[in-house]
C-alpha cells in the first residue's frame, strides 16, 4: 500500500459510540433486501482488513461484522458472498503464519476471541451454504474457509467438533428433501476432520452438491480409500 495512503489510515482502532447491534435493515428479510448493501460493507470490512488489520482487528465491530459475514454467506447473491467469505477467510487465516499476519499480537488475539465465539455460528452457516445457496463458483471459497478454520492451532479442534456438530444435526438443507440420508451425514463427519488440503476443499463441495440433489451417495465413497 502507498505510504501516503497508510498515512491517512486512523492510528487508533475503528470504534463507534453506538452499540454493535445491527441495524434491522441489515436482520432477517431485510439482510435479504439489501444484498448490494450488504456486499459493499463486508467489501469495506475486507479492505480493512487488508490494509489496517490492527484497527479493524481491535475494533469492537468486528463481532458484528463476523456475524454480518456469516450471514450473507446464506444468500444466493454472489457479491455479498464472495465478500463475506473473503474477510471470514483473511480472519481464520490472521496469526496462522501466512500474509494475513500483518498485524500485532493484541489485535490477532482479539480476533480469536472473536472466531471463538461466532466459530460455531460461522462453520453450521457455511456449511448450510454449500448445501443450499451458495453460487457454485464460490463453494472451494466457501470450503477453504472451514479448512482454514480446522487447521487453526488455537480454534482448530473446537471446529472440528463444530463441523462435526453440524453435519449430523439432521437440519442441514438436503435433509428433509431426502437428498442428504442420516448415514450421509455421519460419513462426511468421519471423513471432513482427518481430510486437509484440496481433498479436504473437494469433499465439502461434492457434499454440498449431495445436498443439492446434484451428486449421489456414491461420491463419498472415494474418500474413505
Known amino acids: 500500500m502507498p505510504g501516503q495512503a497508510r498515512q491517512m489510515l486512523p492510528s487508533q482502532p475503528l470504534s463507534t459510540n453506538q452499540p454493535t447491534i445491527p441495524p434491522p435493515c441489515l436482520q432477517g428479510e431485510g439482510l435479504r433486501d439489501r444484498p448490494a448493501l450488504v456486499g459493499a460493507l463486508l467489501g469495506l470490512a475486507h479492505h480493512c482488513a487488508l490494509y489496517a488489520p490492527d484497527q479493524l482487528y481491535a475494533s469492537p465491530a468486528l463481532p458484528l461484522l463476523v456475524q454480518l459475514a456469516a450471514a450473507a454467506a446464506r444468500l ?31 489485535p490477532l488475539g482479539a480476533v480469536r476471541g472473536v472466531l471463538a465465539a461466532s466459530g460455531e455460528a460461522v462453520v453450521g452457516g457455511l456449511l448450510a451454504a454449500l448445501c443450499d445457496t451458495c453460487p457454485r463458483h464460490l463453494m472451494r471459497n466457501a470450503a477453504d474457509v472451514l479448512r482454514k478454520l480446522l487447521a487453526h492451532r488455537a480454534l482448530g479442534g473446537a471446529a472440528a467438533g463444530w463441523l462435526r456438530g453440524a453435519a449430523t444435526s439432521g437440519v442441514l438443507p438436503g435433509c428433509s428433501d431426502g437428498y442428504l440420508a442420516a448415514d450421509d451425514c455421519a460419513t462426511f463427519a468421519a471423513l471432513a476432520p482427518g481430510l486437509a488440503g484440496p481433498r479436504f476443499n473437494a469433499l465439502l463441495v461434492d457434499f454440498g452438491l449431495l445436498a443439492r440433489g ?3 451417495a456414491d461420491v463419498l465413497l472415494a474418500y474413505e480409500m
Open 76 to 106: 444466493r447473491e454472489a457479491d455479498p458472498v464472495q465478500h463475506g467469505l473473503e474477510l471470514l477467510s483473511r480472519l481464520a487465516g490472521a496469526g496462522e503464519g501466512g500474509e494475513e499476519d500483518s498485524a500485532g499480537e493484541a
Open 214 to 216: 446434484q451428486n449421489t
